[in-house]
Every structure is written in C-alpha cells, then in structure tokens.
C-alpha cells in the first residue's frame, strides 16, 4: 500500500448507510468540546500538583511544556491522561510531580489559549489511560441534510452503537504515520525518540484493528457476538470466550457487552472458529507489521469492535448546524460517530494525533 490514504483505506465501510448529507466539523476551537471524566477522588495532600486545564488550539503536548517552563520542573515531571486536539476547545487533568515543593507560580503558563480551572495536591501522579471518559459536545456547521433521515439516523446510532473504529487522527495526515511504521517494518527496528516511536507504533496496531473491524461490518457481525469470539464489557479490559449460551446475553443487547476486536502482539490468539480464522489471515496478510509489533514488545490485548454512545442528545441551534452532546469511553473516538451521520467537507489538514 502507498500514496495517498483514504478514510475507507484506513477505516472501513459505515454501519448503518450512506452520510444523510455533508456539514463542516471544526470550523471554530468551540464546534468540538471535550471535557475528560476523571473518577479519582483527590486527596488535597501529597506531591503531585494536579491542574484542570481549558485550552483552546492548543493540544495535550505543547499545554505540558508551557506548563513545565512556568513551574520550573522538566518535561517528564508532567503527566497527562490522554492527548487532545489542538483544534479544540477542551478541558482535562495534568499532574506536576513536586516532591519537598511548594505549589508554583503557573501565571506564566496562562493565557488566552490556556486557564487552569482548579487545581489540588494529591498522592500519585497522573496515569495515561486514568480517565474514565469523555464527555463531548459537537456543532456541526454548514450542515445539508434531510431532516428526517438524520433523526432516524441518530435514534438509530443512540440504540445500537457504531462500529469502534480508530479515527482518522490516529493515522496522521494522508495516513503519514501508517506509511512511516511500514518504513520501519521492513527494515525490523523502531525509530529511537520516544514519541515518534510511540506514535507509528500505535497506527499500525490500530490499523490493523481497523481492518478486522472492516471485515465484521461488511459481514454484519461486528455488533453481535458469535461463538469463537471474545467478549468485554464496555470500561473493563478483561474478556472472555463466547459460546452458544453467552452469544444469546441480555446484556450484548443492552449495549454493555460487546465482541471484541485484536490489538496485535505477543502471544497467541485466544478466539475460536470463524473468528480466529479471520484475525489469523490478517495476520499472514500483515506479517511484516504484525511481526514488527511483537518484536517491539506489544502484547496480545482487544478492544471492543461496538462502540456505545452514552447519554446522546442533539438539537438545532440554526437550520443549517446540529449540535450533538455525548459521553464516550476512553481511547474512543468521537469522529467515527459523526461519520455515520453526514460526509464531513475539508477545512484543512487532519488534526494531530489525539487520545480520547
């Protein structure tokens, strides 16, 4: 694969149609809201300083440096959940670790395009992965579509989910970072800063998930379960197998329990049947990235192939934008639901990778 790729090279086909019309996503930082949900309980004590930040066209990695330089601590004494768009406006947690210090003057790290909205002591530092999730609110504008098909579209995605892509964002611009990870696939070796590492390595392993997922949308079994599969609940990261009896859960119905989908590594497959025999041709098909992945000392993990969409709303400030407000899992992307509404028109470059 080479040149330029494509939402359906890097994705896969929608789930429930064709785009009821087409809107711009992200014409202003305030179209695209993102407010982390953060279930720790801060003890107001220890050595790590934890900031809630708003930032506006600012993303996750440039608010840590300007964060740093003010606190007069290095880089890595900054810890973040997830990272985030810079064409954005969100709010979300940064911890300082500051061991026998006093809490800094953070002034200088503030501005326009960045407020601290609160701030507490606390015992640990900030995880990546700690949040529980993201809470979303979405304008679209410039919005053309049949109003009615859009309702229905929307009371369907509300009671059954869409298919758990990783969005765009993950592959960079004309899927840039999915071309860089095969360079070092073929060449067996990794690239030696940590970011860059961390980043070409994630693409390729989420689009290999992609592909799997792909697969399951085009057979209409990517939001139910069948035997071989494993299943996961949808905040756990723990699964396990699916026979007749479990393929038949209330729960799978509920949109609480969901089939899963490969996160390529080390170690063996644990599905079954049809299955096992889709993610193993994947795996012959991919062998260098696959192999590349494991080498790297990935483990084996899944990630599950329904996404659920909590709490959806929406309503229509103007005729031409609808505004959506929902709560997604962490690491999930907001993108992919918007997909399965409208045909989104360019505004401009992909954003930089992001974490939800």
């Known amino acids: 694969m080479s040149g330029v790729l494509g939402e359906l090279d890097l994705l896969g086909p929608t789930a429930w149609g064709e785009p009821c019309g087409h809107a711009v996503l992200k014409h202003t930082a305030e179209d695209f809201q993102v407010n982390e949900v953060l279930d720790i309980p801060l003890s107001g004590a220890g050595e790590h300083l934890w900031l809630w930040v708003e930032k506006r066209g600012l993303n996750t990695e440039d608010a840590a440096k300007r964060i ?16 985030k768009d810079r064409q954005a406006l969100t709010r979300q947690w940064f911890s300082l670790h500051l061991a026998g210090k006093a809490d800094p003057d953070l002034a200088a790290a503030e501005g326009d395009d960045l407020r601290i909205l609160e701030r507490a002591r606390h015992s640990r530092k900030l995880q990546r992965g700690a949040h529980a999730a993201n809470g979303f609110i979405i304008r679209l504008t410039a919005l053309q579509a049949e109003r009615e098909a859009l309702e229905q579209r929307l009371q369907r995605i509300a009671a059954g989910g869409v298919p758990n892509y990783f969005g765009l964002q993950r592959f960079g611009f004309d899927g840039g970072n999915l071309h860089e990870a095969r360079h070092w696939a073929e060449r067996k070796t990794l ?19 992609n592909r799997v997922l792909a697969a399951r949308v085009a057979d209409g079994s990517w939001n139910r379960a069948q035997p071989g599969d494993l299943l996961a609940f949808t905040d756990s990261r723990s699964f396990f197998p699916a026979g007749e009896a ?80 929902f709560v997604l899992p962490a690491g999930c992307f907001a993108t992919v639901v918007v997909r399965e509404l409208v045909r989104l028109l360019p505004t401009g470059p992909v954003d930089t990778p992001c974490e939800y």
Do not use: M
């Open 68 to 83: 740093a330089r003010a606190a007069g601590v290095p880089l890595k004494a900054i810890s973040y959940a997830g990272l």
């Open 191 to 209: 690239p030696e800063q940590r970011n860059r590492r961390s980043r070409v390595l994630s693409a390729a392993r989420s689009y290999l998930f």
């Open 246 to 325: 479990e393929c038949s859960d209330p729960r799978l119905a509920a949109l609480d329990l969901h089939p899963t989908g490969p996160l390529f590594g080390g170690g063996e497959l644990e599905t079954g049947a049809a299955v096992r025999a889709l993610e193993q041709q994947l795996q012959a098909d991919e062998a260098a990235l696959v192999g590349w992945l494991e080498q790297a000392g990935l483990e084996q993990a899944r990630r599950i192939l329904r996404l659920p969409i909590g709490g959806l709303t929406w309503h229509y400030p103007a005729t031409d934008i609808l505004q959506l407000e």
